[in-house]
């Protein structure tokens, strides 16, 4: 193969390290090995089908000739729909020139980033989260990171934003938040939103905005009390400099169906549509077709998100149980009560143990390995959101998980834990 030297950003960017895991995890179990896979922050289509009445949709969409371009900013059926989707769900109220829909949500995350982030510019997430990092690789971005903490179930605060405010022209949130599964409390994000506007309140006109990208792609999924928050729900204000990343792929078990979309200021949008043009990241037409028809039908969406909601929750609540049962027979493991989308945070906390053969257990990555090889558990270390490599969290995502599974994944973590010393 050729090893001619490529751009500085194909030559420093780093694959989806999820995916790469995801896929070894894959060929072991292709050779033979019966493990539980819950690393992707995917479906299993069997445990969690597509609503029947989108998969019809999308079938006579085809049919009825949905093949051609669609429109750059969305279909307006598709962009009528989410906005009233939008509205029943949260109460906001946006217009159709202040919407663009996308291929799932990750080309809108990009085009928020390559509409906003100049090089150099200042971008602050939280770790762990998902692939902020890599977006502001891609801009080359200064990375500004709040490391949360468990205290805060692994959510940034007002008070560790604070302090990186200025000069910076992108504030990445995501709530329900990918790896953790926990959500932004009311009062903590009304906070964060006071900062952001103070901040740009006192910004010169000729100056940059900060803006919020603010990720709520799990938020149909939320458990028991859990509610979701969002910026402009909060603060009218915020409405400014807040960009939505949202879509089905979650809500709706889709993640290979692709149409998601981003609501804000229009001409925020406007730059985002004429990025994702060139690109071409549009979501397919008769998709976008099956997803208007199907957003609107209030019986089939309702019904849905019921059902998948306890599905999730009936895996993550089993799962945090098995942890805490463990946690309560002694063994270094905890777990944070499962609160939305479909992740549950582990702690498993093994460094400087020994195996039954005694190989000692020196870091975290070893760690990883004796769960996966022992309990044949694959998980993903909260290193590879961002955190430190020795950070001893882990999400795992239920998505590929089965019910029927849960009690055998918590006996063989237990033998795989009784083995050390
Ligand atoms: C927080 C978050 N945002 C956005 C996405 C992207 O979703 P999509 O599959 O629609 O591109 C994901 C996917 O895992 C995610 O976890």
Redesign the pocket.
């Known amino acids: 193969m050729s090893k001619n030297k490529l751009s500085h950003l194909a030559e420093t960017l780093i694959a989806s390290e999820i995916v790469k895991l995801g896929a070894m995890v894959k060929e072991k179990i292709a050779a033979g090995d019966h493990i539980y896979n819950y690393t992707i922050?995917d479906f299993d289509s069997k445990e969690f089908p597509i609503p029947e009445e989108l998969k019809n949709n999308i079938i006579n969409a085809y049919t009825e000739g949905f093949t051609t371009y669609p429109a750059a900013d969305g279909e307006l059926d598709l962009r009528k729909a989410v906005l009233s989707f939008v509205e029943k769900n949260q109460g906001l109220k946006y217009g159709t020139s202040e919407i663009l829909v996308a291929c799932?949500?990750?080309p809108l995350?990009y085009s928020i980033f390559r509409s906003i982030v100049d090089k150099k510019d200042k971008v602050i997430y939280p770790v762990p989260s998902?692939n902020n990092n890599h977006y502001t690789h891609f801009n080359e971005g200064e990375h500004v990171q709040i490391c949360s903490l468990r205290e805060n179930n692994f959510m940034p605060t007002a008070e560790q934003i604070a302090p990186h405010l200025k000069g910076a022209t992108l504030l990445a949130l995501?709530s329900p938040l990918?790896p953790t599964g926990t959500v932004f409390t009311k009062e903590e994000l009304e906070k964060i939103c006071d900062l952001v506007i103070n901040e740009n309140e006192s910004r010169g006109v000729e100056e940059k905005k900060l803006y919020v990208m603010y990720?709520q792609?799990?938020s149909a999924l939320t458990f028991g009390d859990t509610k979701h928050h969002d910026p402009v729900s909060l603060n009218p204000k915020m409405r400014d400099y807040t960009i939505f990343?949202d879509?089905i792929?979650?809500a709706f078990a889709a993640?290979g169906v692709?149409v998601?979309w981003s609501m804000g200021p229009e001409y925020v949008i406007n730059k985002m549509k004429a990025i994702n043009s060139h690109v071409g990241s549009w979501a397919p037409m008769a998709e976008q077709k099956a997803v208007a028809k199907y957003l609107i039908n209030d019986a089939a969406v309702n019904s849905y998100l019921r059902n998948i909601k306890s599905e999730i929750s009936y895996r993550l609540i089993n799962l945090h149980q098995g942890f805490q049962q463990l946690k309560s027979e002694g063994f270094s493991v905890d777990s944070i009560e499962p609160q939305a989308a479909i992740y549950l945070t582990v702690q498993i906390n093994l460094v400087d143990k020994k195996t039954a053969d005694g190989k000692l257990l020196d870091n975290q990555a070893a760690v990883t390995e004796y769960v996966l090889s022992q309990a044949k558990l694959a998980l993903v270390p909260f290193g590879y959101f961002g955190s430190d490599r020795e950070n001893n969290w882990y999400r795992i995502s239920v998505g590929c998980c089965k019910k029927g599974d849960i009690e055998n994944v918590i006996k063989k973590l237990r033998e795989a834990l009784s083995h050390l010393s």
């Open positions: 922050g799932g949500g990750r995350i998902w995501c990918n990720d792609i799990y990343v879509g792929s979650k993640t692709r998601g």
